[in-house]
């Protein structure tokens, strides 16, 4: 059995990284536009391993069982009036809980308490990867 470039688990923490990133990028983004009218807050789908999952089982021998619509705009929706987002993992926002005169649905209580989950997930992404990191280390013979 080929051992893969990178251990699943640190592929793992990088795509939660890259996935908290572009998370923070959107909330930042709602916030900015807290006061414009019609905004409508977005965020980011919850990120799907899937595909990792499925390269370590078929690994193992075994068939992957984890499965997840993509729900893709066709250019019939478009022609009824809905438009296409710029990443198909930015999403509406369906958690927000107020909707002012103007149309826009930026809580900005709400986008803050998102920006600190993320903190906090990303902080608990980090420690894992120096933990790993420092396991790797140790089992390679280097004390840092």
């Known amino acids: 059995m080929a051992l893969s470039p990178t251990p699943p688990l640190l592929d793992a923490i990088a795509r ?35 595909a990792l999952l499925a390269s370590q089982q078929q690994a193992r021998g075994r068939a992957a069982h984890v499965h997840r619509p993509l729900v893709a705009i066709s250019d019939a929706m478009v022609a009824l009036g809905a438009s296409r987002p710029r990443d198909p993992r930015v999403i509406d926002d369906k958690d927000t809980s107020e909707t002012k005169p103007d149309g826009n649905n930026v809580g900005l209580e709400d986008q803050l308490l998102k920006m600190g989950q993320i903190q906090t997930d990303f902080s608990a992404l980090t420690n894992l990867y120096r933990k790993q990191m420092g396991l790797i280390e140790s089992a390679l013979g280097r004390s840092g």
């Open 16 to 50: 939660s990284m890259h996935q908290l990133d572009q998370r923070q990028r959107v909330v930042a983004e709602n916030i900015a536009n807290s006061e414009t009218p019609h905004y409508k807050a977005r965020d980011v789908a919850p990120a799907d391993f899937s």
